[in-house]
């Protein structure tokens, strides 16, 4: 499936389509000034879940910056950990080469993209344009879908990943961890799809 194809041609098959998700611990909340320190990307090919090509690495800032105190208490990355890390010019090169051939799949796509963009724009380089799938609007639609029909829920939808696996019969990961949170997306996103009855990648954008 060419990049064309994907984002301005016919909308395939879900199972077509290969889904990188992406997930990012980052130094604080604010793109414009917070480093990314963390990448986890594994992708998804045919509705199987390939752990064995999935990516991972720690990300040394190209500035010194000061931790943020609730950042450090979310992922508790400290400084000395990442100071050996590639630099985020040799992580956007790795993050490119996979994410040509697909989708990008988050939880939260608009921080996580705000983050990237950011990232990308302060090496001089525009981030892919790619189609996008986020959990979170899956999660929202099927909310909808379910009251339409007139199901009921025993609680609110929460969009907590963690939260939102539980309700929907997933195991708990732990949290706060790249790698790991997007596998635990992965995973959502695959219940969602099917949950959703959603047969084309137009059913879940």
Request: glycine residues 8%.
């Amino acid at each position: 499936m060419s990049v064309l194809d994907l984002l301005f041609g016919r909308s395939p098959a879900w199972s077509e389509v290969v889904y990188w998700c992406l997930d990012l611990e980052t130094g604080g909340l604010k793109p414009a000034r917070d480093p990314i320190l963390a990448v986890g990307l594994v992708p998804v090919r045919e509705g199987t879940i390939h752990l064995g090509e999935a990516y991972a690495t720690l990300v040394r800032p190209d500035v010194p910056h000061t931790p943020d105190a609730d950042a450090m208490g979310a992922h508790h990355l400290v400084p000395f950990e990442y100071r050996d890390a590639p630099a985020m010019a040799t992580v956007a090169l790795e993050i490119e080469r996979r994410i040509g051939e697909g989708v990008l799949l988050f939880h939260h796509a608009r921080m996580d993209l705000g983050f990237l963009r950011a990232a990308f724009g302060r090496l001089g380089r525009p981030f892919p344009k790619r189609p996008v799938v986020d959990t979170v609007a899956l999660l929202q639609k099927l909310e909808r879908q379910e009251k339409l029909i007139g199901g009921t829920r025993r609680e609110e939808t929460s969009l907590n990943l963690t939260d939102a696996r539980r309700q929907l019969g997933l195991p708990d990961y732990p949290v706060h961890d790249a790698l790991t949170d997007a596998v635990a997306t992965a995973e959502l996103f695959l219940v969602l799809r099917s949950r959703l009855g959603a047969e084309r990648l137009r059913h879940l954008t």
